[in-house]
């Protein structure tokens, strides 16, 4: 009877605990970044943005990202130019579903634009990410931040990484809302 109840639990838990098999929170990724903003921020820029996240444990994960941009208001001599330089940091969980290496997973940052507006701001994230055979890693969702000098700021993304040598994947992420993003990197993942 205690072999029958221990294989029963077995096969209860093990999906769960098998699922996203092939999905890493250990990994760091960069790349070229493009962003058109609202019109209180000026013209549209290519930045650099570099993001990393790693397992604290089965379901939790710590997160960090670093972005980059100088964009500009006007033209001719009363032109400005704003910085953007943001650095966040945060924690995530993770919900492993009974489909095999598909996780729901949210996240809470906080952050702080060390460029021209100098204020914190937090974020919150949710989504789904998937692996797909043979080799793409996928990920959608929502995103909503705010600035103490903003509005709040709202994007549904989706974004793809395809595997194309052991532990390195290529790809972006294409983000849509009030801050229109579209990123092309590599992800190394350890």
Do not use: C
């Not at 941009?69 to 130019?81: E, N, V």
Request: no cysteine; charged share 20%.
């Amino acid at each position: 009877m205690k072999r029958l109840s221990a294989l029963t639990a077995a096969a209860i838990l093990l999906p769960a605990t098998a699922g996203a098999a092939n999905l890493s929170y250990n990994h760091i990724e960069g790349g070229l970044n493009w962003a058109d903003p609202p019109n209180r921020f000026g013209d549209s820029d290519f930045g650099l943005l570099i993001r990393g996240q790693g397992h604290l444990n089965d379901t939790i994960f710590a997160r960090g990202q670093f972005q980059s941009h100088r964009f500009d208001i006007g033209s001719g001599p009363d032109s400005t130019t704003i910085s953007r330089d943001v650095l966040w940091g945060g924690v995530g969980f993770r919900l492993p579903t009974q489909q095999r290496d598909l996780d729901i997973y949210g996240a809470l940052d906080l952050g702080y634009d060390f460029g021209d507006q100098d204020d914190p701001g937090f974020r919150l994230e949710g989504g789904a990410r998937a692996y797909l055979d043979p080799g793409w890693d996928t990920t959608a969702g929502v995103r909503l931040w705010r600035f103490n000098d903003a509005s709040s700021n709202v994007q549904v993304f989706g974004s793809g990484y395809y595997e194309v040598a052991p532990q390195l994947s290529l790809g972006g992420e294409l983000a849509v809302g009030d801050f229109d993003e579209i990123l092309f990197g590599a992800r190394y993942t350890f």
